[in-house]
């Protein structure tokens, strides 16, 4: 049994079957009855949750990752993975950072979570890793390279207003804090304090 | 042949075979080697792309909707569906405006485009239909309720600053225009002129 997908499996309604079993996605599907007593087939995807993790420095460094994979240009990004069967959220996230970087956070804080899309039984969990120490070299599958990109809390920030930060993963939290002086004090402190 | 499908499998490699079609996502499969000569089972969806579109009334109104779906919390959001075989996407804007509200735009205007996730080949294209007049009662399938919800502009900006609206069909422009007053007047002359 895979206690993760049974997990996130709860967001299906009790009739939704299983017609797929991917790599990567699971696809169910179950008759649904619509407002005038019709009936359709809907369908619903299940896949592993992804974490993210942003590490910090003891200096306030972030340090991000010029992240390559077979079939995909390079892009800049946070150290990022999928949760296995059975480990938690919080667990993959300090895996995945240790895999890739090497580092290990003193803490690791919730930074916040996204349902990137509708259809699909998917979580991305984000973490803030605070006062990282480099305890490994990084051992990555032969799937992977990747190279640390260090920035600033400003560049982030920057980055993220420029749109030059590729992904969502952060975007939407930034950007609502930079709306004010105040705001992005707050979010200053959640990297750094 | 589909061909808006077989459009959007141009984001596959050439060794992707269809092991699954379902209801709305078909899986792809292909082996890709790794950087060390190994090969690994690496897979992606296809799915039809969805339309958004904000339509504005001639007094600068814009139009939400309140869209009930069966299994699913009442949302508020903009009209939105999907594109259908051969459709383009500024076709299914407007035929799914006109099938939800009875709205026709004067003109349709393209807002922007955002690829939800990575792993699946999925566009989703937003426009605003601006001068829009009611030319016919709703047409709605069997699986939708829909109410409609006019608000101005600055509603519009002031609930995507506070992420009352739900979805990301806005957020990033929405809230990277609201960081400066030239960009909020930018963005409120791209809904209004």
Known sequence: MNPNRSYRKSNLPPNAKRVFAGAIFDV????????????????????????????????????????????????????????????????????????ETGYRPERLEEFYTRTPAEKIDWMVHVFI???????????????????EHPIAFEELVRLTIEGAYPYDECANPVLRAALDPAGLSELRMRFLS
């Open 129 to 147: 890793g605070k006062g990282c120490v480099k305890i490994a070299e990084p051992v990555l599958d032969p799937g992977e390279r990747i190279k």
């Open 28 to 99: 169910y599907q179950w008759e649904q009855e619509l407002y005038d007593g019709s009936h359709a087939t809907f369908e619903r995807l299940v896949r592993p949750d992804t974490v993210v993790v942003f590490p910090v420095l003891p200096d306030g460094t972030i340090i991000l990752v010029e992240d390559s994979q077979p079939g995909r240009d390079t892009i800049l990004t946070a150290p990022a993975g999928r949760v296995e069967e059975g480990e938690t959220p919080e667990g993959a996230a300090l895996r995945e950072l240790l895999e």
